[in-house]
Structures are given as structure tokens and as C-alpha cells.
């Protein structure tokens, strides 16, 4: 049985005869999942995405497709076979991990739990980091595009609940995103290989909520942070936010109001670039401003003057 590792540096090959893909994971791209890396299309041993933007890392072979917390793998988030092809390999039983917990993997099983695709004229997906135990086709099954293959999870070497799909075509590493032999980042696009094209979105934010401190940022990843519900009694009110590809001088801007109107207005500006990031803010509670009641929180993220995403978050006071 072949399974081939998800590590090393970044091939080229040539792109012609295209793939045409469809998007591997049943979820709504910008709402309930997003795309945290891309292929790196930086040689060098700095890194950027197609865009030359940071959305990747050094050495990064595929395209991740995060959820924004690992309590949305509960339900289960099918991963769907990107073309038709056969199954020439596969990988399950490999135990899974929580944010901040230590990674259990063997050596040499970075990928996780996974699936590798073979389809025509040389091309090959992979799809990495599966829930343990999803995995629901066999070695030599012919499967059709969209087909389910497994569920995301965490297993192998993940810090976030996601799909890496690696693309390769004769062995050599292809971005769908921009499938043009040594193509470096910002040069002139071609076609997308996926079918209908996908939109790049250079960071936004996540999640929000509501907590009577500030949490850990592990306790956000996981998706256990927000309440609904808080005591006055409790001493403050905080309310966070959780983005991706945050950079060097975008702003976060978050506002709470309550039954009195505005509770807390704060603008922060981010001093470097990050993969994911949270920020929070509020007050102390008082006699003066404890006010039971229904409470609002909004986040807006925001670069060059524009807004990139924004999200809203509800609690009630008692």
C-alpha cells in the first residue's frame, strides 16, 4: 500500500492537460470554513502565497482548508474527492489531538489520517489530517468527484482543525490556485484549476464571544470560550475575537453595547503578521455600569481603510 508524506519543498511541474477540481470539503468557503494556507510560492527559504501575500509558510505543498474552531468537527465536515480517480492509498487509526495538546503521530505520518488520489495523465490528490476512524473507501476504489472520503480532523502534525490537499502532477507539487511552472508569486495569473473559480480572501475574522475574563487562546481555538449567559457578580465583561492572516497595521475595531446604549468602544492595530490572532477587550463591572441585560459585541477587521470581515456576538447579563 503506498502513502506518500506531505513534507519537503516545493516541485514544478509542467501544468498542461489541466485537472479541473472541485472544492474538496462540504462547507461554505468564508462562512463555516476558510482558506488559512497556500502553496508557497516563494523559492527562497522566505515564503509567500500566489498573491505574494502570507498565507502559507516555507515549504508549503497544498491548500488548507481550516474550520474556525475544532468544536465544528463534531458534527462531522465531509472531505470530497476534488476529480474522479482510483484510491492508491490510505491511512487511518492515526490518533487525533485537541489545540495545545501534544501531537501523537509515528514518525514519518505527518499527513495524519489520509487518502491519495490517482487520476489521468499524471495527476494526484491528497488529503491529510482526516478525523480517526472516517476514512470510508478502499485502496482501488474507483471514486467520482465529490464522492466523500473521510471527515477533517486533527490528526498528525496540525495545529488547527483542517484538510491539506496536496495537487501534483508526475510527482511534482502544481498550486491550483496558479498552475504555471515556476510561476513565483505576483506574476500574471493563469486559469484556476478549480471549477468555478474560488476567491482569495486575504484574512478575516473567525469567531467571537463573550467571556468574563480574557480567555486562553487555546480555550478560542477549541471553540469553548464564548457565554452566552454571564452573572454580573462575575467582575468584568470581555469580549474577543479570533482572525486569520492578520498583517503589520491591519486594525481590529470592537464595540459592545447594552441596555444603556454604548458599553465599550477600543480600535487596536496589529505590530506584526500572523497565521491566526485574538484580541479582547472590555471593562470591569461597578455599581455604575452593571446594568443587566441583553449585550452586544462587534469586531471589524480592517486594512488600508477597508473593511475585511466583521462579526457580531450576543450575551445576557442577570
Same mark, same amino acid.
Given at each position: 500500500m503506498r502513502f506518500l508524506a506531505c513534507a519537503g519543498g516545493l516541485a514544478l511541474a509542467q501544468a498542461s492537460h489541466a485537472l479541473d477540481l472541485s472544492f474538496p470539503v462540504d462547507c461554505v468557503l468564508g462562512e463555516t470554513c476558510f482558506i488559512q494556507n497556500y502553496v508557497d510560492a516563494d523559492p527562497s527559504s522566505d515564503y509567500a502565497d500566489f498573491t505574494c501575500n502570507r498565507l502559507s509558510y516555507d515549504g508549503h505543498k497544498g491548500t488548507d482548508v481550516a474550520l474556525p474552531a475544532a468544536r465544528d468537527m463534531e458534527d462531522g465536515v465531509p472531505v470530497l474527492s476534488a476529480a474522479d480517480g482510483t484510491v492508491v492509498g490510505l491511512r487511518d487509526g492515526v490518533p487525533e489531538h485537541l489545540p495545545g495538546e501534544e501531537m501523537r503521530f509515528p514518525e514519518g505520518q505527518d499527513c495524519g489520517n489520509g487518502v491519495v488520489i490517482l487520476h489521468d495523465d499524471g495527476w494526484e490528490t491528497q488529503y491529510c489530517h482526516l478525523a480517526q476512524g472516517s476514512v470510508i473507501v478502499n485502496t482501488g476504489d474507483a471514486v467520482l468527484a465529490g464522492q466523500q472520503l473521510g471527515e477533517i480532523g486533527m490528526s498528525g502534525r496540525t495545529e488547527f482543525p483542517h484538510l491539506h490537499m496536496s495537487l501534483?502532477?508526475?510527482?511534482?507539487? $502544481?498550486?491550483?490556485? &496558479?498552475?504555471?511552472?515556476?510561476?513565483?508569486?505576483? +506574476?500574471?495569473?493563469?486559469?484556476?484549476? #478549480?471549477?468555478?473559480?474560488?476567491?482569495?480572501?486575504?484574512?478575516?475574522?473567525?469567531?467571537?464571544?463573550?467571556?468574563?475574563?480574557?480567555?486562553?487562546?487555546?480555550? $478560542?481555538?477549541?471553540? &469553548?470560550?464564548?457565554?452566552?449567559?454571564?452573572?454580573? +457578580?462575575?467582575?468584568?465583561?470581555?469580549? #474577543?475575537?479570533?482572525?486569520?492572516?492578520?498583517?503589520?497595521?491591519?486594525e481590529l475595531h470592537m464595540t459592545i453595547t447594552g441596555p444603556e446604549g454604548e458599553f465599550f468602544d477600543n480600535t487596536v492595530t496589529f505590530d506584526r503578521t500572523q497565521a491566526q490572532a485574538f484580541r479582547a477587550g472590555g471593562r470591569r463591572l461597578h455599581d455604575g455600569n452593571t446594568v443587566p441585560g441583553a449585550y452586544e459585541g462587534i469586531a471589524r477587521h480592517m486594512r488600508d481603510g477597508r473593511e475585511i470581515g466583521v462579526i457580531r456576538a450576543n450575551t445576557v447579563f442577570f
Amino acid at each position: 500500500m503506498r502513502f506518500l508524506a506531505c513534507a519537503g519543498g516545493l516541485a514544478l511541474a509542467q501544468a498542461s492537460h489541466a485537472l479541473d477540481l472541485s472544492f474538496p470539503v462540504d462547507c461554505v468557503l468564508g462562512e463555516t470554513c476558510f482558506i488559512q494556507n497556500y502553496v508557497d510560492a516563494d523559492p527562497s527559504s522566505d515564503y509567500a502565497d500566489f498573491t505574494c501575500n502570507r498565507l502559507s509558510y516555507d515549504g508549503h505543498k497544498g491548500t488548507d482548508v481550516a474550520l474556525p474552531a475544532a468544536r465544528d468537527m463534531e458534527d462531522g465536515v465531509p472531505v470530497l474527492s476534488a476529480a474522479d480517480g482510483t484510491v492508491v492509498g490510505l491511512r487511518d487509526g492515526v490518533p487525533e489531538h485537541l489545540p495545545g495538546e501534544e501531537m501523537r503521530f509515528p514518525e514519518g505520518q505527518d499527513c495524519g489520517n489520509g487518502v491519495v488520489i490517482l487520476h489521468d495523465d499524471g495527476w494526484e490528490t491528497q488529503y491529510c489530517h482526516l478525523a480517526q476512524g472516517s476514512v470510508i473507501v478502499n485502496t482501488g476504489d474507483a471514486v467520482l468527484a465529490g464522492q466523500q472520503l473521510g471527515e477533517i480532523g486533527m490528526s498528525g502534525r496540525t495545529e488547527f482543525p483542517h484538510l491539506h490537499m496536496s495537487l501534483r502532477r508526475d510527482g511534482a507539487v $502544481i498550486d491550483p490556485f &496558479d498552475p504555471v511552472p515556476d510561476a513565483t508569486c505576483g +506574476a500574471p495569473q493563469t486559469e484556476q484549476l #478549480w471549477q468555478p473559480p474560488l476567491p482569495y480572501e486575504a484574512g478575516g475574522v473567525l469567531q467571537a464571544g463573550f467571556a468574563s475574563g480574557v480567555p486562553e487562546f487555546d480555550t $478560542i481555538k477549541i471553540g &469553548d470560550a464564548h457565554q452566552e449567559v454571564l452573572q454580573t +457578580a462575575e467582575g468584568a465583561l470581555v469580549f #474577543w475575537a479570533h482572525l486569520f492572516g492578520t498583517r503589520e497595521g491591519d486594525e481590529l475595531h470592537m464595540t459592545i453595547t447594552g441596555p444603556e446604549g454604548e458599553f465599550f468602544d477600543n480600535t487596536v492595530t496589529f505590530d506584526r503578521t500572523q497565521a491566526q490572532a485574538f484580541r479582547a477587550g472590555g471593562r470591569r463591572l461597578h455599581d455604575g455600569n452593571t446594568v443587566p441585560g441583553a449585550y452586544e459585541g462587534i469586531a471589524r477587521h480592517m486594512r488600508d481603510g477597508r473593511e475585511i470581515g466583521v462579526i457580531r456576538a450576543n450575551t445576557v447579563f442577570f
